[in-house]
């Protein structure tokens, strides 16, 4: 079965540091991969989207993240984090077959240290 | 991409009553789910609504418990039927591919938070 794991149930680093949130997917075909950021109070925003092509993708808000199909991994990074950046972070992988539905992971939150 | 408006945005419901969620969109979508997020947790599909036919659940979700109607392209209703304490969640609504566009990409409703006493 499909599934999505983030081991990480919660990450605190300090502003300005850089930051790998994890992600490992179980899926037999080539999956469709999502990061989503969801604050406090907040909807669900995507990050970014992989689904083909360049293994490194870019996203929002200076986001990036790497699909490694060796590792089944797709590893979030970001540089330098911001306050702002503390929230709810959902690794997913949709399967896009005959009805495209999304599998989430069960999330990691981070906090930022001042 | 897609505007999706959920009502209500939250309510507090008594044991044993029925709450129905409203899913709007902005334009014409193929797929439309529903997810439930309980506290502290992730989000799992409840199902997948089917314009024109019945809804597609999955492990462990039932008709009888969340009957789902989808009546045309851009509108679903949730209902949580015979409210326990244990359905206490954020309800949300995505789409999926509207209809003018050709990228693989799910939008989020805001959710409706759903406390039940």
């Known amino acids: 079965a499909q599934s999505v794991t983030q081991p990480d149930i919660h990450i605190t680093v300090s502003e300005g540091a850089s930051l790998e949130l994890r992600c490992n997917y179980s899926?037999?075909?080539?999956?469709?991969l999502f990061w989503y950021v969801q604050s406090p109070g907040q909807g669900l925003q995507l990050l970014l989207k992989y689904f083909s092509g360049d293994t490194l993708v870019q996203g929002i808000k200076g986001f990036e993240a790497e699909f490694k199909r060796s590792q089944s991994s797709f590893n979030l990074r970001k540089p330098s984090v911001h306050w702002s950046d503390a929230a709810e972070y959902f690794c997913?992988?949709?399967?896009?077959?005959?009805?495209?539905?999304?599998?989430f992971g069960s999330g990691t939150r981070l906090s930022i240290r001042p | 991409s897609a505007v999706i408006s959920q009502k209500p945005s939250r309510d507090i419901c008594q044991r044993g009553t029925s709450l129905t969620i409203q899913c709007q969109v902005d334009?014409?979508?193929?797929?439309m789910f529903w997810y439930r997020q309980q506290p502290g947790q992730s989000l799992t599909l409840i199902a997948t609504a089917n314009q024109g036919s019945e809804a597609t659940y999955e492990s462990g979700f039932v008709i009888d418990k969340f009957p789902i109607s989808r009546p045309n392209l851009t509108f679903s209703t949730l209902t949580v039927s015979n409210m326990s304490p244990e359905d206490s969640s954020i309800y949300l609504c995505s789409v999926d591919r509207t209809l003018a566009s050709t990228d693989n990409e799910q939008f989020f409703g805001p959710g409706t938070r759903l406390t039940v006493l």
């Open positions: 899926y037999g075909a080539t999956p469709y």
């Open positions: 334009s014409q979508v193929t797929m």
């Open positions: 997913a992988v949709a399967l896009y077959s005959s009805a495209s539905k999304i599998i």
